[in-house]
């Protein structure tokens, strides 16, 4: 089989195979070995070598370097990546912030109707929720972190 890829496409590709690459690089680092990261990771990295070794058939040479006989991607490449992973992150702490104390809260108030609404309609939360989520979404425009404390059972 033979796939045709205009340059465009093939750096999209590259693109790609690197943020993959990072989320299981990662979950590789970080997770034990039962969840099988680690292995992806290194066939990620495998598959992304591969790619990265066609740069010069798509006029893609000026992106790469060699190092210690590899070709790799160059660093400001790699960085311009990058910049999508660290937006990504960006958007899922908050988000997942918002979520995770909008649930907690959620959790704290709910009623008797809701719980039945819950159970009724295969644990999707009511509408409710959703003013719960905006009033953190709120707050974290406004102030990020700067409002948010935790409390310790401290003495």
Same mark, same amino acid.
């Given at each position: ?5 205009? /340059? ?8 790609m ?6 989320v299981?690089g990662?979950?590789?680092d970080?997770?034990t070995?039962e969840?099988?990261?680690? /292995? ?5 990295? $495998?598959?992304?070598?591969? *790619? ?6 798509f ?33 899922? *702490? ?5 979520? @995770? ?5 959620f ?6 109707e809701?719980?039945?609404?819950? @159970? ?18 709120? $707050? *974290? $425009? ?6 948010f404390?935790? @409390?310790t059972?401290?003495?």
């Open positions: 089989m033979k796939i045709d890829l205009t /340059k465009e496409q093939y750096i999209r590709l590259l693109e195979s690197y943020v993959a690459n990072s299981l990662i979950l590789g970080v997770l070995e969840t099988n990261y680690k /292995k992806k990771s290194d066939e990620a990295t $495998e598959l992304e070598d591969y *790619f990265i070794n066609y740069a010069k058939d006029g893609c040479e000026n992106m790469t370097e060699q190092f210690h006989g590899k070709t790799l991607l160059k660093d400001e490449i790699y960085e311009k990546i990058h910049e999508i992973i660290d937006e990504y992150d960006d958007y899922i *702490f908050w988000n997942e912030l918002e979520v @995770r104390m909008g649930k907690r809260d959790e704290r108030t709910k009623t008797k809701e719980e039945k609404q819950i @159970r009724e309609n295969n644990g999707w939360y009511p509408e409710r929720i959703h003013e719960i989520y905006d009033k953190y979404a709120e $707050e *974290f $425009e406004n102030h990020g972190i700067d409002r404390e935790v @409390r059972n401290e003495k």
